[in-house]
Every structure is written in structure tokens, then in C-alpha cells.
């Protein structure tokens, strides 16, 4: 079982910077892939961005050049680095980890809301 907890969420105005963190338990943390997620309310939950085990990364068109996503392997924990934010990026951000065998794990979740 991996425990999956993400923090670093809270409220910015338009235009501020967020930094959300997501530490696993594990020691295989190298060996995952990984992914940030959101969801507002009344939608589904969407990917936001994702990294593989061996760096490789992807991101939703909706924030490419304003997030980054990165991952210390000796921290066991994935970083999403969130620039320029705007209201719509008002969500529930979850971490989501699979392991080598296809196993999903989520986070509790972590609210981040972009209001003036």
C-alpha cells in the first residue's frame, strides 16, 4: 500500500503562484509514474500534468507554460510549480501514483482557489 499525501494548496489572487507538493511512502518512488489532477465542482476530474518514471512529461493545453511539473526521487515526493494562475484553475488538485504494476493510488486531495 502507498500513502499519498498532497499539500501546498491554499488562496492566491489572479496572476500569483502556488507551489503544490506530493510525498509517497514507498521505496520504490523512483519506479512510479505520476500525475496532478483536478477537479471543480460539478466536473470531472481532469489530468493537469504527468511524469514518468523517466522524466518524460505532459501537460493539459490549458496550462502548458504556466505549470511545471518535476519529481525528487530522494524526497519520494512530485512537485507541481503553478505560475500565472487564473480563476478557472480553481480546483481539488490530486495526486495520483502507478506503480510497475498498473496499481493506482490517489491523494486526499488539496484545494486551490484563484479568486480577487
Known amino acids: 500500500q502507498v500513502q499519498v499525501v498532497e499539500s501546498g494548496g491554499g488562496f492566491v489572487q489572479p496572476g500569483g503562484s502556488l507551489r503544490l507538493s506530493c510525498a509517497a511512502s514507498?521505496?520504490?518512488?523512483?519506479?512510479?509514474?505520476m500525475g496532478w489532477y483536478r477537479q471543480s465542482a460539478g466536473n470531472q476530474r481532469d489530468l493537469v500534468a504527468g511524469i514518468t518514471r523517466g522524466g518524460s512529461t505532459n501537460y493539459a493545453d490549458s496550462v502548458k507554460g504556466r505549470f511545471t511539473i518535476s519529481r525528487d526521487n530522494t524526497k519520494n515526493t512530485v512537485y507541481l510549480q503553478m505560475n500565472n494562475l487564473k480563476s478557472e484553475d480553481t480546483a481539488v488538485y490530486y495526486c495520483k501514483i502507478q506503480n510497475t504494476l498498473r496499481v493506482v493510488y490517489w491523494g486526499q486531495g488539496t484545494q486551490v482557489t484563484v479568486s480577487s
Open positions: 514507498g521505496s520504490r518512488f523512483g519506479m512510479y509514474d
